[in-house]
Each structure stands twice: as structure tokens, then as C-alpha cells.
């Protein structure tokens, strides 16, 4: 049990190594923003483009660049998913990756854990929450839940990293979202755990602000979702580790392992 030996124990390490140099993301997505970057008018969904939806997860219809459903609809397993997504030039995120980051884990995963995209460590990496909120992450799973990354499923909205770790505009989710869904599928998980606003929004289709979502038992095409916040939220907000670790206890009643 992670308890206040909870996740505040589990990451007491990393807090320390949390770079004093950043700062909260104001729309509290759980992602990292640089001191000095953009400030709040800027970091805040910026007036779309026409034709843009503001709310990551109202978006009314697919761009042309999205996969076709019927293609989509004829994949049978996760190999072939990735196979369906290839080299993806399908929007812009493609310029500055170095590599499409697909997902990880037990393809028959009980729960699967969806995040925003990859950041830095996970672009040259290739897998999904391998840096230092990946590594919270990790504790979460084998000290809070008792199982191994290799138990879960863990992947992202959007499978390529956006530049200087920007968020993902809406076209972006509107065009990779739907391997996302696939994904979930595919997996056909008994719980999904939505980490941060960008992966509630998507899956919920709602605008609602995370801190309302989390700890709430929602739905996603009859399947129960736990949206709490990202795992970097976490690292700059260590006092957050007591309420995700509530969320978590509340997934692990779902699935029935013991607390």
C-alpha cells in the first residue's frame, strides 16, 4: 500500500530531483512548462484556426488526414495497429519526432493507463513514460497496485511528441485520436485510467477541468474510466500524490486486488 507511505513515500525521491526551473501549467494538464516560457495567455488554448474546435474533446468531425474507419475497423490485433500506422505523416507532429511511440505493455491488460504524448525521453526511447514521471508512474503500478508494467497497458492520445513539448493542438488529437480508440479496443480493458486533462478530454468528450473529473467514475463506450492527474503534475505538486493515490485505490477496488 502506498498510503503516506502512499505515493508521497513512493516518489519522495523523485520530488528531489524535480528541477526547481519549472513551473505549473495553468490549465493544469499535467505537463511540464518551462519558467520563463509562455505565460498563461499564451499556455491557454490559443483562439483556433478556422475550422479548429477549442475543446480538445469536442471535436466534431475527423480531418481529412485521419485513418479510415473501414481500415481501422479491419485491424484484429495491436502488431497490426501499428502496422496501420507506419511511418505516420498523417499531421504535422511528424516534422520534429524522431520516431512514432505506439504503446506498451500486456496486450489483454486488465487496465490500461492513457496519457497525453511523448515527451522528450520517450521520442528517443520509443515507449511510452520512461522518463521521470514515467518512472512515478511505474511506482504507482508495481508499489501501489502490486503489478508490473508488463500487467498494464499503457499508452497516449497522440503517438508523436510535439515540439518543445508543446501541447497537442486539436487537429493533431482529431487525427491520431482514432488509434487511440482502436487501441482500447483491441485491448478491451475492464478499466481505463485517464492521466491529465489531454487523455480525459479525448476519451470523455468533455471540457470539463481535470480537477473536477478526477476521482469520478466515468464512462468511455461502456467501458469505467478514472481520470487523476498526470504523473508530472505530480513531480511539481507532491502534495497531489495523496488524492491520485485515492483514484487509484478506487481502480484497484474495480479490479479487485487487495489495498
Known amino acids: 500500500m502506498l498510503g503516506v507511505v502512499e505515493l508521497p513515500v513512493v516518489a519522495g525521491a523523485l520530488e528531489a530531483a524535480s528541477p526547481p526551473s519549472t513551473a505549473a501549467d495553468p490549465r493544469d494538464t499535467g505537463r511540464m512548462v518551462p519558467s520563463g516560457g509562455p505565460g498563461p495567455e499564451a499556455v491557454a488554448v490559443a483562439a483556433p484556426a478556422a475550422g479548429r474546435t477549442a475543446a480538445v474533446g469536442v471535436v466534431a468531425a475527423a480531418p481529412a488526414s485521419a485513418p479510415d474507419p473501414a481500415e481501422l475497423a479491419a485491424v484484429r490485433t495491436l502488431?497490426?495497429?501499428?502496422?496501420?500506422?507506419?511511418?505516420?505523416?498523417?499531421?504535422?507532429?511528424?516534422?520534429?519526432?524522431?520516431?512514432?511511440?505506439?504503446?506498451?505493455?500486456?496486450?489483454?491488460?486488465?487496465?490500461?493507463?492513457?496519457?497525453?504524448g511523448p515527451g522528450r525521453d520517450e521520442d528517443l526511447q520509443g515507449e511510452p513514460f520512461v522518463g521521470r514521471?514515467?518512472?512515478?508512474?511505474?511506482?504507482?503500478?508495481?508499489?501501489?497496485?502490486?503489478?508490473?508494467?508488463?500487467?498494464?497497458?499503457?499508452?497516449?492520445?497522440?503517438?508523436?511528441?510535439?515540439?518543445?513539448?508543446?501541447?497537442?493542438?486539436?487537429?493533431?488529437?482529431?487525427?491520431?485520436?482514432?488509434?487511440?480508440?482502436?487501441?482500447?479496443?483491441?485491448?478491451?480493458?475492464?478499466?481505463?485510467?485517464?492521466?491529465?486533462?489531454?487523455?480525459?478530454h479525448t476519451l470523455l468528450a468533455t471540457d470539463t477541468p481535470i480537477t473536477r473529473l478526477r476521482g469520478q467514475w466515468q464512462d468511455h463506450r461502456g467501458i469505467p474510466v478514472m481520470p487523476t492527474f498526470h504523473p508530472a503534475y505530480l513531480l511539481r505538486n507532491p502534495a497531489e500524490k495523496k488524492t491520485v493515490w485515492q483514484d487509484i485505490k478506487q481502480v484497484m477496488a474495480r479490479l479487485g486486488l487487495p489495498a
Open 133 to 200: 514521471a514515467g518512472q512515478l508512474l511505474t511506482d504507482i503500478v508495481e508499489k501501489g497496485m502490486k503489478l508490473t508494467r508488463a500487467d498494464v497497458y499503457i499508452c497516449n492520445v497522440v503517438k508523436c511528441r510535439p515540439p518543445q513539448n508543446r501541447n497537442p493542438e486539436p487537429d493533431e488529437v482529431a487525427t491520431c485520436s482514432p488509434f487511440l480508440h482502436r487501441q482500447i479496443e483491441l485491448v478491451a480493458p475492464e478499466v481505463i485510467v485517464t492521466l491529465g486533462k489531454f487523455a480525459a
Open 79 to 116: 502488431d497490426g495497429l501499428r502496422g496501420l500506422i507506419g511511418d505516420c505523416r498523417r499531421c504535422r507532429l511528424h516534422g520534429a519526432r524522431t520516431q512514432v511511440v505506439f504503446g506498451v505493455g500486456d496486450p489483454k491488460a486488465r487496465v490500461v493507463f492513457v496519457g497525453e
